[in-house]
T-cell receptor, first 114, second 114 residues
Framework: DQQVKQNSPSLSVQEGRISILNCDYTNSMFDYFLWYKKYPAEGPTFLISISSIKDKNEDGRFTVFLNKSAKHLSLHIVPSQPGDSAVYFC?????????????FGKGTHLIIQP | EADIYQTPRYLVIGTGKKITLECSQTMGHDKMYWYQQDPGMELHLIHY???????EKGDLSSESTVSRIRTEHFPLTLESARPSHTSQYLC?????????????FGQGTRLTVV
């Protein structure tokens, strides 16, 4: 039972355009959401996060939107650059006591085309 | 820059051998995790630790074991490697006092059992 779903295994976007990566979750206890970026043969690196008290968080070219009623979040990258080509993982967690780690989606492979 | 290190980066080993994957962090984080990832699949939590002498099993059943004798060190051991253990193993850490927040990952160990 996948609690965090990324339904697009891959996404191809032209350089300079907007990349939109989507993520859905089912567990209502999740109140903290993160995006990680992963290059081949490397560990994931933290990109941006959002807590459930917000509906938007922005950091440079990256913006994460959270729609709690729909249990949906998205990552927007504007403008997309060649170095953005990587696998992006959505992750969710509970910031309450006893948290035992993050639940990750399967990832979306973003390909930025020149 | 996250200071969490995994060795070896790559390991090819024969069936039945005992192996230990090393993970060390210099950030003083209380919580440490081991995730397993197969290509195209999500990251699965297999072990975690809240601190010294604390170890718990994660969501995905694993034949591996872990220990946490020192805050900075969280090794994972397979007593008898099998081809089904072939995967990428990712170690991560986070600060307990800040709740879940972001976890910092090592570069991973790509294990191949032949």
């Amino acid at each position: 039972d996948q609690q965090v779903k990324q339904n697009s295994p891959s996404l191809s976007v032209q350089e300079g355009r907007i990349s939109i990566l989507n993520c859905d979750y089912t567990n209502s206890m999740f109140d903290y959401f993160l995006w990680y970026k992963k290059y081949p043969a490397e560990g994931p690196t933290f990109l941006i996060s959002i807590s459930s008290i917000k509906d938007k968080n922005e950091d440079g070219r990256f913006t994460v939107f959270l729609n709690k009623s729909a249990k949906h979040l998205s990552l927007h990258i504007v403008p997309s650059q060649p170095g953005d080509s990587a696998v992006y993982f959505c992750a969710a967690g509970n910031s309450g006591g006893g948290a035992d780690g993050l639940t990750f989606g399967k990832g979306t492979h973003l390909i930025i085309q020149p | 820059e996250a200071d969490i290190y995994q060795t070896p980066r790559y390991l090819v080993i024969g069936t039945g051998k005992k192996i230990t994957l090393e993970c060390s962090q210099t950030m003083g984080h209380d919580k440490m995790y081991w995730y397993q990832q197969d290509p195209g699949m999500e990251l699965h939590l297999i072990h975690y630790s809240y601190g010294v002498n604390s170890t718990e099993k994660g969501d995905l059943s694993s034949e591996s074991t872990v220990s946490r004798i020192r805050t900075e060190h969280f090794p994972l051991t397979l007593e008898s490697a099998r081809p089904s253990h072939t995967s990428q193993y990712l170690c991560a850490s986070s600060g307990l006092s800040s709740g879940v927040k972001e976890a910092f990952f090592g570069q991973g160990t790509r294990l191949t059992v032949v």
